[in-house]
């Protein structure tokens, strides 16, 4: 299964881009990247996920490496709002369906 | 607006209580999950079912069983509920081929 590490946590200026980094070294060619954010006291939230090419939504911004062993997520103007932990996890495929693994996350915070 | 929801946001049970989680989504999604969440441990995956009547094990089942009796449905059972089982409980559905992951708001459970 490939494993990500991510830093435990960092800090944002409200108004300013989050930038969050995920290494997932070991992922292998058909494996997703997804993003997911918990607020606290609530279930986990998805945001985004792609395979190689960079993908965008209202929510956020994914950037993959070409060489698809590491991941930004980015917010481009964070608020107080998007404080919480963020996880970057990869599917893992194994018999029907297929299970996500969740690693420790990042905790963000974001300043006013 | 996609949905899952869980029967109960707070519970206290005694040890040695049988204690039923229900979980429901609306999306006619065919996988279903159910977590846990400890500080420190992250969330670690108790049982994921594929489709009605199916199901598998996550990485910590013991203690655990699940139900699928209808597609919408995933109940979580604790056949002689424990101290060490206090815990966040959350429910999840996948949306098929591009696997998102959509939480319930979880259920926290006390055992005394």
């Known amino acids: 299964d490939a494993k990500t590490t991510q830093p435990p946590s960092m800090d944002c200026a409200e108004g300013r881009a989050a930038n969050l980094p995920c290494n997932h070294s070991t992922i292998s060619g058909n494996e997703y990247v997804y993003w997911y954010r918990q607020i606290h006291s609530q279930g986990p939230q998805y945001i985004i996920h792609?395979?190689?090419n960079n993908e965008t939504n209202e929510m956020a911004s994914l950037i993959i490496t070409e060489d698809r062993k590491s991941s930004t997520l980015i917010l481009p103007h964070a608020t107080l709002r998007d404080t919480a932990v963020y996880y970057c996890?990869?599917?893992?495929?194994?018999?029907?369906?297929?299970?996500?693994?969740f690693g420790q996350g990042t905790e963000l915070s974001v300043k006013p | 607006d996609v949905k899952v929801t869980q029967s109960s946001r707070y519970l206290v049970k005694r040890t040695g209580e049988k204690v039923f989680l229900e979980c429901v989504q609306d999306?006619?999604?065919?996988?279903m999950f159910w977590y846990r969440q400890d500080p420190g441990l992250g969330l670690r995956l108790i049982y994921f079912s594929y489709d009605v009547k199916m199901k598998e094990k996550g990485d910590i089942p013991e203690g655990y069983s699940v139900s699928r009796e209808k597609k919408e449905r995933f109940s979580l059972i604790l056949e002689s509920a424990s101290t060490n089982q206090t815990s966040m409980y959350l429910c999840?559905?996948?949306?098929?081929?591009?696997?998102?992951?959509?939480f319930g708001e979880g259920s926290r459970l006390t055992v005394l």
């Open positions: 999306m006619d999604h065919e996988n």
């Open positions: 996890i990869v599917r893992v495929v194994s018999n029907q369906g297929g299970k996500l693994i």
């Open positions: 792609g395979l190689k």
């Open positions: 999840a559905s996948r949306r098929r081929f591009t696997g998102e992951l959509f």
